[in-house]
């Protein structure tokens, strides 16, 4: 049994004063003073007590290590470790020697001596808020002794893992944490970062995000952690970040051994060992050298039930950018979701529909082709002859895809609904509430809210309609809101980490909040549904303002923790598809149909959501 973390008490590796720190490029740079001889220095040394070397920007001499893993493509190098460490489980004793476009010649179990540069090296820039890399640069290489065994590998658990996810940051920089000395007792960033370049391992773990087109997966080593009902980790507030997720990647290239394909709740059997990394995709980053087997669990898709005579069953479905350029499998794909995972709801709302010829940037906005295209599959798999209602956007006004033109539709079956069609709507002229003969209506139907507000530019507007079922008018408010684009990762330096995305989607939940509450001012009692790919979560800010005064509520929050989510991101199971309801709507059902995003064969990254009521 490969050994567990030294508990040791740290002593101090206090090194003297830090003359100057620059963030350019994604390197950092830092001149210090060091007492100690080039002859002296070993990779702790390198390292040092904190998440910044205390020799950046430094030429070290002869720097002695065993190779634990050589990576030939991407950020090529290899990773080195002492096998003489020193008494503090904060420093950690593997570095990665970057080789820049070389390939490197060394094998794992040489023994070396290095020479080079310390550099701090940030993956994404410095702009991203990402953590860095120390590593050894523009390296000199001598290999004193070949075909020995690596060093035993550090063996992460749930007993090694701290609970706490990590420290606050430094009011006095930034809000960062990168010269703070390095806890790995007390918090699961610092004790990642303690084992940075090191040889570690895990033994057979669930798989909590499903294996990706970048041939990556994640896993945990706390099983009992936040689980999902499926097997997934749950993400439930800013607070639980969920500290044994682990992404995992192999040093092998795939065009010698293709990466396991695993779905979320499959186990990755057997030792996983190899460096730990640090990336711009996914934080700490388990590069093996040695992978486990994936064993299938048999996650099967889920089907939600049909709606009953006198229910009115209103679905949201992100398709993930679809056009008449995209496969026929795609169109079937999704076709038979709708009728046999979704049990062919009344009402669709669809985010990211594109323009007829996808993200060919000519002007087109069109979406009919796709529309065409999409409903037909949607026939030919057994579902209803479904109707639309959409508005066209103005050209690269509304972000995707640059030349998508990505927009909002509502299908119906006109078997079971009628629209009820107010014309006058465009792409920027917004539709209101007036009063009629007692009750609510939209002035233009379909027509979008705000549509000129700076709450949406660059971003879709809301569609609004009004449905009328078996006599009751329901409206219906479908959305997509602004992207996380730009926010930093839970890996930040910055902790906790800036989510500069935030700011606009607030302002959008004001709008549509503003525009349920006109609704409810003409009819207290107005069934209101809002729906789509809110880009939020259910503890959100962006909810909190969508719900203010009572005009809506989360359906979301009706279900189980462990089944709150739509989305699955780094090994988090979470929630951006939401649908609220208004007070009028009472009593309902709902439902997240998990048929996408714990696998890794997607027709869309997005779970679907369908409620159910009777107005």
Do not use: C
């Not at 049990?343 to 990211?352: G, I």
């Not at 078997?415 to 709507?425: H, L």
């Not at 479908?478 to 990762?489: I, L, R, Y």
């Amino acid at each position: 049994m490969p050994p567990r973390i030294s508990r040791s008490p740290r002593r101090s590796t206090a090194v003297a004063a830090v003359l100057a720190t620059a963030l350019a490029g994604g390197l950092i740079t830092v001149s210090t003073t060091s007492s100690a001889s080039a002859a002296e220095i070993r990779v702790h040394d390198v390292q040092g007590g904190s998440r910044l070397s205390p020799l950046a920007g430094e030429q070290v001499k002869d720097v002695p290590g065993t190779v634990t893993g050589v990576r030939a493509y991407g950020a090529r190098g290899f990773w080195i470790q002492d096998t003489a460490p020193d008494d503090d489980p904060a420093t950690s004793e593997g570095v990665f020697v970057h080789t820049g476009s070389t390939t490197p010649t060394v094998k794992p179990g040489d023994v070396v001596r290095v020479s080079g540069t310390v550099t701090e090296y940030v993956p994404g820039g410095a702009d991203s808020g990402n953590q860095s890399v120390t590593q050894i640069t523009k390296p000199t290489v001598t290999v004193e002794s070949s075909g020995g065994a690596v060093p035993k590998p550090r063996r992460i658990d749930a007993d090694a893992v701290p609970s706490a996810y990590t420290p606050k940051g430094d009011p006095a920089d930034g809000g960062s944490i990168n010269k703070l000395a390095l806890d790995p007792e007390a918090y699961a960033l610092d004790f990642y970062e303690s084992l940075e370049g090191m040889n570690v391992s895990v033994g057979s773990s669930r798989v909590v995000g499903a294996t990706d087109r970048y041939h990556e997966l994640w896993i945990t080593v706390k099983p009992d952690e936040n689980r999902s009902k499926r097997g997934g980790t749950v993400y439930g507030s800013y607070a639980a970040q969920n500290t044994g997720r682990l992404q995992i990647q192999s040093l092998t290239p795939v065009a010698e051994k293709p990466f396991p394909k695993a779905d979320v709740g499959d186990v990755l059997s057997g030792t996983t060992e190899g460096p730990l990394d640090f990336n711009q995709f996914g934080g700490y980053t388990l590069t093996a050298r040695t992978l486990g087997e994936v064993t299938g669990k048999g996650l099967a898709r889920e089907k939600t039930r049909g709606q009953g005579a006198d229910e009115l069953a209103v679905a949201t479905y992100n398709v993930e950018n679809l056009d008449p350029k995209d496969p026929q499998e795609k169109f079937d794909a999704l076709a038979q979701a709708v009728v046999t995972n979704l049990a062919s709801p009344d009402v669709l709302a669809l985010e990211e529909i594109q323009d007829d010829n996808g993200p060919t940037d000519d002007g087109t906005v069109s979406a009919e082709e796709t529309l065409k295209k999409f409903t037909a599959a949607i026939a030919k798999a057994g579902g209803p002859a479904y109707e639309w209602r959409s508005i066209d956007p103005e050209d690269k006004k509304d972000g995707g895809e640059p030349g998508g033109n990505i927009r909002q539709v509502f299908l119906f079956n006109p078997e079971r609904v009628a629209f009820k069609d107010r014309p006058g709507g465009d792409a920027t002229t917004g539709t209101d509430v007036v009063r009629s003969r007692g009750r609510a209506a939209l002035t233009h139907s379909p027509g979008r809210i705000d549509p000129t507000d700076a709450a949406w530019e660059n971003s879709r507007k809301p569609l609004a309609g009004e449905f009328v079922f078996r006599g009751r008018t329901v409206f219906v408010i479908a959305n997509h809101f602004g992207s996380k684009g730009g926010d930093e990762s839970l890996v930040s330096h910055h902790q906790p980490p800036n989510r500069v995305s935030e700011k606009q989607r607030h302002a959008q939940a004001a709008s549509v909040n503003a525009f349920v509450k006109k609704v409810l001012k003409a009819q207290k009692s107005a069934d209101v549904v809002v729906l789509g790919d809110i880009n939020d979560f259910e503890f959100s800010a962006t909810t909190e303002t969508l719900t203010d005064g009572g005009a809506l509520k989360a359906a979301v929050k009706s279900l189980p923790r462990a089944e709150r989510y739509s989305y699955v991101y780094q090994g988090n199971s979470q929630v951006l598809d939401q649908i609220l309801t208004s007070p009028g709507v009472g009593r309902f059902a709902y439902d997240s149909v998990h048929i996408n995003a714990e696998f890794a064969r997607q027709n869309s990254d997005h779970d679907p959501q369908v409620l159910r009521f009777r107005p």
